[in-house]
């Protein structure tokens, strides 16, 4: 669908939010927190996390930091992109669902505050307890922080340029009995995983914005089978299973084909999978149930899809 820009505003340096309508001024779809968009950015599809209010169905407000070194999304909006101009959006998808909880501890660092501002809001209606701790290189890059200023202690602004990191071994010493929901930089994510490695199954939900490093064995080849048709493909070495099915006119939707966004996900009726994705859950893969094929493999001869 095309949505307009409505509005373009500096939220901290480097920064900017874009608020997205529907040109004739219609409602749009409904969007739980933690959901994202895919947006057309000339020529590359890029994905953002929804900071807006999910009430509020006549935007979609996201965030976008210019990145030090933009494959081209961030840098098209910060110098090109103008109020008033129509752009490409898929979704809202959501593989950052927020699951109930007794409590809530989020931890947000720089731009990945923006799927967990309607958390928060979400919570807080809920009357949960909840937690939020927000580091950035210092408070002129902290996004969107005046929507956090009427929750007192329980929002702890972490600024690294007069406050250092934040102190992950005191706030994931002990499981608490809740969820932690974070977002962030890979290395910040990387070390809120090692230190709930002993939390139990389900607790720690994570959003990445870029794929994370997965070991796997070496590429090898099998058959594809369309269940629905049965067309078959053989994937080689080096070919995803996305780009396989293209070459005999089976298309699935993708935007950012590095196992970030969901767009591809897939049932599996047979086959043994090489989960190479940064999305499912460590249950979602051990059941064998779906994939995202533009990264994960298989490791039989044969995969039959749910297609």
């Not at 701790?133 to 929750?151: C, K």
């Not at 139990?200 to 048709?229: I, M, Y």
């Not at 299973?241 to 070459?247: D, F, G, T």
């Not at 064998?288 to 990264?295: A, I, L, R, S």
Request: charged content about 25%; glycine content about 12%; proline content about 5%.
């Amino acid at each position: 669908m095309q949505l307009m820009v409505a509005e373009m505003k500096v939220e901290a340096d480097g920064v900017l939010s874009l608020a997205l309508a529907d040109p004739g001024g219609g409602e749009l779809s409904a969007w739980e927190p933690g959901a994202h968009v895919d947006l057309r950015l000339g020529g590359v599809v890029r994905q953002y996390s929804l900071c807006g209010d999910p009430t509020d169905l006549r935007h979609y407000r996201v965030a976008v930091l210019r990145a030090e070194r933009s494959r081209g999304g961030s840098s098209y909006v910060h110098e090109q992109l103008r109020p008033g101009e129509l752009i490409e959006v898929e979704g809202p998808r959501n593989h950052f669902e927020l699951a109930p909880a007794e409590e809530y501890l989020f931890l947000a660092g720089g731009i990945g505050i923006t799927p967990i501002l309607a958390m928060v809001e979400a919570v807080e209606r809920l009357g949960r307890p909840w937690r939020l701790v927000y580091g950035g290189r210092s408070l002129r890059s902290m996004a969107l922080r005046e929507r956090l200023a009427g929750y007192g202690d329980r929002v702890l602004v972490v600024p690294e340029e007069t406050d250092g990191m934040i102190d992950l071994d005191s706030l994931l010493a002990t499981p608490n009995g809740g969820a932690v929901y974070a977002c962030g930089p890979e290395p910040m994510l990387n070390a809120v995983e090692e230190r709930c490695a002993g939390w139990p199954e389900g607790s720690l939900h994570l959003e990445r914005f870029r794929a994370k490093e997965v070991e796997h064995g070496e590429d090898g080849s099998f058959e594809v089978v369309v269940q629905s048709t049965g067309a078959t493909v053989l994937v080689e070495p080096e070919v995803s299973i996305v780009e396989a099915l293209e070459s005999v006119d089976v298309w699935l939707p993708t935007a950012c084909r590095e196992g970030i966004c969901g767009s591809c996900q897939t049932g599996v009726i047979e086959g043994d999978l090489e989960h190479r994705d940064s999305i499912l859950s460590t249950d979602e893969q051990a059941s064998g149930k779906t994939m995202m094929p533009c990264v994960s493999r298989c490791t039989s001869a044969r995969l039959v899809l749910d297609l």
